[in-house]
């Protein structure tokens, strides 16, 4: 791959060498970036609940305190695949540097459960920690929805839902490097290398998401959607990434909306290359604790 991310060369290769095919993701339906990395979670609380009928896992601090900040983080994986376990350790740093309380929800997977399932599933969550923030510690006017790539999905629908149906106030989204066009783009075609998210992988995965739309909903593919009026909002994304081109447009909507974004790119990273454990993967994730901090004050 021209171009790439130096720190990215040794470990495009390992993943080429145990790539898998989008029949194999399905299959298997979970991925671990971090299984060998060590995260702190000694002062953590991380503990199973079950709402409605979406298991969630909550991680707050051994000592909780009044009026923490919250954010629900939903995880990434094309909507097909992909669990909440997944993400435990990337979302301890919101524990630890903010006191926050984290929920991660168990939402329902296509081509099982295609849309809505799986905004329904995050925005029954949203609602609930709204309706409960005092009995939970948690400042409702601080409540964050992020997630990364259909994670990140995920979070603007939640956020446009909120807004459009006057539900819960959102303080800012994090949708990082977002899945977020359910066309195809000349542009996704550069992209073919199995170890990566590659042109096949997308259109399969938004074809078990949206099986049965000629009309592309906007919760489902936020890029269509009327995004004024939201809360502020922070994305990053590599140049590397098959979804690099319509998250720059998607960036170029918001500031015509009058939307208050922040936006970083990472020259010659590829898709969730926050996730190694790299030089350049700390430098992203400070880069959003920075900012985070900064939109919860």
């Known amino acids: 791959m021209n171009g790439l991310h130096p720190e990215l060369v040794e470990i495009m290769d390992r993943k080429l060498n145990n790539s898998r095919t989008f029949d194999q993701l399905i299959l298997n339906r979970s991925f671990v970036h971090f299984s060998e990395q060590n995260y702190p979670a000694e002062n953590c609380l991380i503990e199973e609940m079950l709402i409605g009928i979406i298991r969630v ?27 909440p376990d997944d993400s435990v350790p990337y979302v301890t740093d919101f524990v630890h540097n903010f006191q926050a309380v984290v929920f991660i929800p168990q939402y329902r997977l296509a081509p099982e459960h295609p849309y809505p399932a799986a905004l329904d599933d995050g925005y029954e969550l949203l609602t609930w920690i709204s309706e409960n923030a005092g009995n939970l510690n948690i400042d409702p006017t601080k409540i964050i929805v992020s997630g990364g790539s259909a994670g990140g999905n995920l979070a603007l629908a939640i956020a446009l839902k909120a807004l459009d149906v006057k539900g819960p106030k959102i303080k800012a989204v994090l949708p990082l490097y977002p899945m977020l066009d359910a066309k195809e783009r000349p542009f996704h075609q550069k992209f073919t290398s199995p170890a990566i ?23 489902a593919s936020p890029f269509y959607a009327n995004i004024e009026g939201l809360p502020p909002v922070y994305t990053f994304i590599g140049t590397h990434d098959l979804f690099y081109e319509e998250v720059c447009e998607f960036v170029d909507k918001l500031q015509q909306s009058r939307v208050q974004v922040q936006f970083d790119t990472y020259q010659g990273c590829t898709h969730g290359f926050d996730l190694e454990e790299i030089p350049i993967a700390r430098e992203a994730k400070k880069r959003l604790l920075d900012i985070t901090s900064k939109l919860l004050k």
Do not use: T
């Open 197 to 219: 998210w590659n042109a096949e992988k997308n259109k399969k995965s938004w074809l078990a998401y949206l099986p049965d739309s000629e009309k592309i909903p906007p919760y």
């Open 57 to 83: 896992i909550r991680i707050q601090p051994k000592k909780a305190v009044q009026n923490m900040p919250c954010f629900i983080w939903l995880h990434g994986g094309g909507m097909v695949f992909g669990s």
